[in-house]
């Protein structure tokens, strides 16, 4: 048996020395994934079991269940000895508590975690805590101290060599440099790109690749979030395309309708001078409200503002109807937003905070399940 991956068995040890070659490269892969379920630790399965759990209520937006979830691990970790269980439970509360816009309780689970990955001398899990730090500090407009978090996560990526966190990174680095260093932002977005589709090419089996196509996918979202939000348009919308493409072909609904409503407020409100982007706009919508059918989410009818009538399955003529949709996929005219969210940030029709940067949808990727 291959003594790295405990995967793999040869009748001999001549037949493993000639299989080498071949196995050698998904060798790695497999030890990744850790032991095989019949040789797994009992008790580091539960605890698996509960992160799973918490992942599964993060990305359906159930934010504080996933945070009592993530607290469970900890605290069972923590219990048991698990140290490397827990640095990554407090990594997932801080995940949580920052979508619940508790930016202190968020930031003290990633210091937390940061200190447990120092303690046992974790880089790998120094660098996704960090990453973690960062984007709260991001967030928070301290780019300073999120550009220094960023390039210490860097570096601990490079000395794991890992470039699942090396990719993550450098999305990061490069959405936080944009404003201020906009050719080095595209270079570390470019990279990240690159180190993505690297991993859906070696990718060992359909369940890793299409892990893969996801985080490709994500990767191009962030590339052309970061230049839309630059003013770089007609840039923004190819890559765009891109990402929509690959959702779209990993059925991941979710993930398209996101990229469709920033093509929707791209193609709207941005790209005034092109005479075909409304027209544009008006199949992003149709296409994007196609898939939310799946949900329920018929297409609106009328304004929650002013309550005129909204036109979402026509091209817009005129600068006054023109149409925003927001993050909850709620549409409403551009000017009745405009002027809606002068006094407050929540949507006006479920009562969401969306905030205003949701004009440029800015969909700024923090390394999920």
């Excluded at 008790?43 to 759990?53: C, G, K, T, V, Y």
């Excluded at 309708?257 to 001078?273: A, I, P, R």
């Excluded at 982007?277 to 919508?285: D, G, I, L, V």
């Excluded at 925003?324 to 937003?337: E, G, Q, S, V």
Aim: charged share 30%.
């Amino acid at each position: 048996r291959c003594a790295r991956c405990k995967r793999a068995w040869y009748c001999s040890l001549e037949c493993q020395k000639a299989a080498w070659p071949t196995h050698r490269k998904e060798c790695r892969a497999l030890s990744k994934e850790g032991p095989s379920p019949a040789e797994e630790d009992p008790e580091d399965a539960r605890l698996r079991a509960i992160l799973q759990e918490g992942h599964g209520l993060f990305t359906q937006r159930g934010y504080r269940e996933a945070l009592a979830a993530y607290t469970r691990a900890r605290d069972a970790a923590q219990a048991a000895g698990r140290k490397q269980r827990a640095a990554e439970a407090l990594r997932w509360c801080g995940h949580a508590a920052d979508a619940l816009r508790d930016v202190p309780g968020a930031m003290g689970f990633m210091e937390d975690s940061l200190r447990a990955a120092q303690d046992l001398g974790s880089a790998l899990l120094e660098g996704h805590a960090r990453m973690g730090i960062g984007c709260i500090c991001r967030k928070q407009g301290d780019i300073d101290r999120a550009l220094r978090e960023f390039d210490q996560a860097w570096h601990a990526a490079e000395e794991v060599g890992d470039p699942d966190l090396q990719a993550a990174v450098l999305t990061n680095l490069g959405a936080a440099e944009m404003p201020l260093y906009p050719m080095n932002a595209v270079q570390k977005l470019t990279r990240a790109i690159e180190l993505r589709e690297e991993l859906v090419d070696k990718a060992p089996d359909p369940h890793t690749k299409l892990a893969a196509a996801f985080h490709l996918g994500t990767a191009r979202q962030n590339f052309a979030a970061a230049v839309h939000t630059h003013g770089m348009h007609a840039e923004a919308e190819k890559e765009y395309e891109v990402a929509l493409e690959i959702f779209e072909a990993a059925r991941d609904i979710d993930s398209a309708c996101k990229v469709l409503l920033n093509l929707c407020n791209l193609t709207e409100n941005d790209l005034t001078e092109d005479n075909e982007a409304p027209a544009r706009a008006r199949e992003y919508r149709q296409r994007m409200f196609y898939y939310l059918q799946s949900v329920h989410r018929e297409p609106p009818r009328q304004c929650p503002v002013c309550l005129e009538e909204l036109h979402v399955g026509e091209a817009t003529k005129d600068e006054g109807d023109r149409i925003i949709a927001l993050r909850c996929f709620h549409c409403l005219h551009t000017r009745c937003w405009e002027e809606w969210s002068r006094r407050q940030t929540t949507c006006p029709e479920c009562k969401e905070d969306v905030e205003a940067d949701m004009l440029g949808g800015r969909f700024f990727h923090t390394p999920g399940p």
